[in-house]
C-alpha cells in the first residue's frame, strides 16, 4: 500500500468512525445520552484534538527544518561559487557550476558582474514549485545566487507526512478504545443492576444482584437490596391480606347459605338438614386447608428458611409419594418412582417434603382414573432434580405464564387452594433452585424443582 492509498484508508476509517458516532447521537435525542456515550465523547474529542495537534506540530517543525537546512546548504553553495568566481577564471568557473547543476537537479546557480548582468548560468530550479534564494558577494565584484526549489522538502513530507498521521491516528484509536473501557467500567455496573431490578420487577424475587465493585457500586446495591427487602415484606402483607379476604368469600358465603336455609325450616327434613350440613362441614374444611396454605407461605416468605442440613432428597420424594398413597389409590391413579439411592441436598426437610408433596398432589388432581404419575429424582451436573409427571389433560394456557404465583388454579371446585405450586416456588427459591414447568400437551405435563448439590 502506497502513501496516498495509506491516507485514504485513514480517512475512511476515520469517516466510519465519525458516521457510527453521528448515528448513536441521532438515537440519544429520543433515548438520552447514555452514559457510556457521556465517558466516550469527551475523551475521544479531547483525544482527537490533541493528536490533530500533534501531527500538525511534528510536520510544521519538520518543514521548518527542512527549509532551514535547504537555507544553509544554499548559502554554502554560494559562498564556494564565489570563492571560485573570484580566484578563477571565467572559463575555468563554468564546469564547477556545471557540476553543482548536476549534482542537484533543483538548484539553479547564476553568476553576475558588478552592473548585474548574467556572465554564467547553470541549472534550473522549477519554477512551478516555491523556492528559496540565497545570493553571496563576489570579492572581486558581482554576486552569485543560487536558487534552490523545495522540491526536496515536498518529497520529505510525502515521506514523514503519512507516517505522522498514521501514529496521530494509531494514538486516537487507543485512546477511543480507552474511552470505551473505562465507559464500560463506569456503565456496566449500573446496566447490571438495572438488569436485575427489571428481574425482581418481573416477578423473580429471589432474583440475585450482581457482585459491586467499587465504593459507589457497593453502596448502591446494598441501597437497592434493602429497598427490595422493604419492599417485599411490605407487598407480602398486602398481598396476604387481599389474598386472604378475596379466597375466603366463597366458602363463607356458601356455610352462611347453608346456615340462613336450616335456619328458615330446612332442618325439619332430616334429608336436608344432612346435604347443608355437610356442605357447611366441606365450607370449613375448605377454609381450615386455605388457612393453613396462607399462613404457611406467609411464614415461608416473611422468614425464610431458618434451618438448613445435608437432606437426602430421594427419601424424602419416597416419603412425599407413600403421604398420598391412599389419594392415588381413590382416584385409580398408580404413582411410580425412580430414585438413586440418595441425593443430598442442603436445606429444610420439612419445608422440602412439603414442596414435594404439593408436586405430587397436583398431579393426582389432573390425572384421569386408569392413568400414572411418575416421580423422579436424578442427580445432574449443576444439581439435584425432581420430576413430576403426570398423564393429564394438559395445563391451561391461559394460566401457564401465572401458574407459579398464589391462587393461580382452575380445580377450585375439587379441592385446590392455588397456593400448593405457589408454595413449591417459594421453597426452591429459598433453596437457591427453581420451579418450573418443563412442558405441557394434551399426553401431560412435567414439573421440576431444582436445587443445587449439598
Same mark, same amino acid.
Given at each position: 500500500?502506497?502513501?496516498?492509498?495509506?491516507?485514504?484508508?485513514?480517512?475512511?476509517?476515520?469517516l466510519?468512525?465519525?458516521?457510527?458516532l453521528?448515528?448513536?447521537?441521532?438515537?440519544?435525542?429520543?433515548?438520552?445520552?447514555?452514559?457510556? $456515550?457521556?465517558?466516550?465523547?469527551?475523551?475521544?474529542?479531547? @483525544?482527537?484534538?490533541l493528536?490533530?495537534?500533534?501531527?500538525?506540530?511534528?510536520?510544521?517543525?519538520?518543514?521548518?527544518?527542512?527549509?532551514?537546512?535547504?537555507? *544553509?546548504?544554499?548559502?554554502?553553495?554560494?559562498?564556494?561559487?564565489?570563492? $571560485?568566481?573570484?580566484?578563477?577564471?571565467?572559463?575555468? &568557473?563554468r564546469?564547477?557550476?556545471?557540476?553543482?547543476?548536476?549534482?542537484?537537479?533543483? @538548484?539553479?546557480?547564476?553568476?553576475?558582474?558588478?552592473?548585474?548582468?548574467?556572465?554564467?548560468?547553470?541549472?534550473?530550479?522549477?519554477?512551478?514549485?516555491?523556492? =528559496?534564494?540565497?545570493?553571496?558577494?563576489i570579492?572581486?565584484?558581482?554576486?552569485?545566487?543560487?536558487?534552490?526549489? @523545495?522540491?526536496?522538502?515536498?518529497?520529505?513530507?510525502?515521506?514523514?507526512?503519512?507516517?505522522?498521521?498514521?501514529?496521530?491516528?494509531?494514538?486516537?484509536?487507543?485512546?477511543?478504545?480507552?474511552?470505551?473501557?473505562?465507559?464500560?467500567?463506569?456503565a456496566?455496573?449500573?446496566?447490571? &443492576?438495572?438488569r436485575?431490578?427489571e428481574r425482581?420487577?418481573?416477578?423473580?424475587?429471589?432474583a440475585?444482584?450482581?457482585e459491586p465493585?467499587?465504593?459507589?457500586?457497593?453502596?448502591?446495591?446494598?441501597?437497592?437490596?434493602?429497598?427490595?427487602?422493604?419492599?417485599?415484606?411490605?407487598?407480602?402483607?398486602?398481598?396476604?391480606?387481599?389474598d386472604?379476604?378475596?379466597?375466603?368469600?366463597?366458602?363463607?358465603?356458601a356455610?352462611?347459605?347453608?346456615?340462613?336455609?336450616?335456619?328458615?325450616?330446612?332442618?325439619?327434613d332430616?334429608? !336436608?338438614?344432612?346435604?347443608?350440613?355437610?356442605?357447611?362441614?366441606?365450607?370449613?374444611?375448605?377454609l381450615?386447608?386455605? @388457612?393453613?396454605?396462607? &399462613?404457611?407461605?406467609?411464614?415461608?416468605?416473611?422468614?425464610? =428458611?431458618?434451618? !438448613?442440613?445435608?437432606?437426602? *432428597?430421594?427419601?424424602?420424594?419416597?416419603?412425599?409419594?407413600?403421604?398420598?398413597?391412599?389419594?392415588?389409590?381413590?382416584?385409580?391413579?398408580?404413582?411410580?418412582?425412580?430414585?438413586?439411592?440418595?441425593?443430598?441436598?442442603?436445606?429444610?426437610?420439612?419445608?422440602?417434603?412439603?414442596?414435594?408433596?404439593?408436586?405430587?398432589?397436583?398431579?393426582?388432581?389432573?390425572?384421569?382414573?386408569g392413568?400414572?404419575?411418575?416421580?423422579?429424582?436424578?442427580?445432574?451436573?449443576?444439581?439435584? !432434580?425432581?420430576?413430576v409427571?403426570?398423564?393429564?389433560?394438559?395445563?391451561d394456557?391461559? =394460566?401457564?405464564?401465572?401458574?407459579?404465583?398464589?391462587?393461580?388454579?382452575?380445580?377450585?371446585g375439587?379441592?385446590?387452594?392455588?397456593?400448593?405450586?405457589?408454595?413449591?416456588?417459594?421453597?426452591?427459591?429459598?433453596?437457591?433452585g427453581?420451579?418450573?414447568?418443563?412442558?405441557?400437551?394434551?399426553?401431560?405435563?412435567?414439573?421440576?424443582?431444582?436445587?443445587?448439590?449439598?
Open positions: 500500500m502506497d502513501r496516498s492509498e495509506l491516507l485514504v484508508a485513514l480517512a475512511l476509517l476515520s466510519l468512525g465519525l458516521g457510527g453521528g448515528i448513536r447521537l441521532l438515537e440519544a435525542r429520543r433515548t438520552g445520552l447514555s452514559l457510556r $456515550l457521556q465517558v466516550f465523547i469527551p475523551l475521544a474529542a479531547t @483525544t482527537l484534538v493528536s490533530a495537534m500533534f501531527a500538525v506540530i511534528v510536520i510544521d517543525r519538520f518543514t521548518a527544518r527542512a527549509s532551514l537546512f535547504a537555507t *544553509l546548504a544554499a548559502e554554502d553553495e554560494a559562498r564556494v561559487v564565489a570563492e $571560485l568566481a573570484a580566484r578563477v577564471p571565467q572559463e575555468a &568557473l564546469p564547477v557550476l556545471l557540476a553543482f547543476s548536476r549534482s542537484a537537479s533543483d @538548484t539553479e546557480v547564476a553568476v553576475f558582474d558588478a552592473q548585474g548582468a548574467v556572465l554564467l548560468e547553470s541549472g534550473e530550479a522549477n519554477p512551478g514549485i516555491a523556492r =528559496i534564494s540565497v545570493e553571496a558577494p570579492a572581486t565584484g558581482g554576486r552569485v545566487r543560487v536558487r534552490k526549489a @523545495t522540491f526536496g522538502m515536498v518529497q520529505l513530507m510525502s515521506d514523514i507526512a503519512p507516517k505522522v498521521a498514521l501514529l496521530a491516528f494509531l494514538f486516537a484509536l487507543a485512546s477511543a478504545a480507552l474511552a470505551i473501557v473505562i465507559g464500560g467500567a463506569v456496566g455496573p449500573i446496566e447490571r &443492576l438495572t436485575a431490578a425482581v420487577a418481573a416477578g423473580e424475587r429471589q440475585p444482584l450482581p465493585r467499587g465504593k459507589e457500586v457497593r453502596a448502591l446495591t446494598h441501597a437497592l437490596e434493602q429497598m427490595r427487602r422493604e419492599l417485599e415484606e411490605r407487598h407480602a402483607l398486602e398481598n396476604f391480606v387481599a386472604l379476604s378475596h379466597e375466603l368469600k366463597n366458602p363463607v358465603a356455610i352462611r347459605a347453608s346456615a340462613e336455609v336450616l335456619t328458615e325450616g330446612a332442618a325439619d332430616p334429608g !336436608t338438614a344432612r346435604r347443608f350440613a355437610l356442605r357447611i362441614r366441606e365450607s370449613a374444611d375448605k381450615q386447608q386455605l @388457612t393453613q396454605d396462607l &399462613l404457611s407461605l406467609a411464614r415461608l416468605e416473611a422468614r425464610g =428458611i431458618e434451618a !438448613t442440613e445435608a437432606v437426602d *432428597l430421594a427419601t424424602l420424594a419416597r416419603e412425599a409419594a407413600l403421604a398420598h398413597q391412599a389419594t392415588a389409590a381413590a382416584r385409580g391413579v398408580r404413582v411410580e418412582l425412580s430414585c438413586p439411592e440418595a441425593a443430598l441436598v442442603r436445606g429444610d426437610a420439612v419445608w422440602l417434603r412439603r414442596a414435594l408433596e404439593n408436586l405430587i398432589g397436583n398431579a393426582l388432581q389432573h390425572s384421569p382414573p392413568s400414572q404419575v411418575l416421580v423422579q429424582v436424578a442427580e445432574e451436573a449443576q444439581g439435584v !432434580t425432581a420430576t409427571g403426570d398423564q393429564g389433560a394438559g395445563v394456557p391461559a =394460566i401457564r405464564e401465572r401458574l407459579f404465583q398464589r391462587f393461580s388454579t382452575t380445580r377450585h375439587e379441592g385446590g387452594t392455588g397456593l400448593g405450586l405457589a408454595i413449591v416456588r417459594a421453597v426452591a427459591e429459598l433453596h437457591g427453581r420451579a418450573d414447568l418443563r412442558e405441557s400437551s394434551p399426553a401431560g405435563s412435567v414439573f421440576t424443582l431444582s436445587l443445587p448439590k449439598a
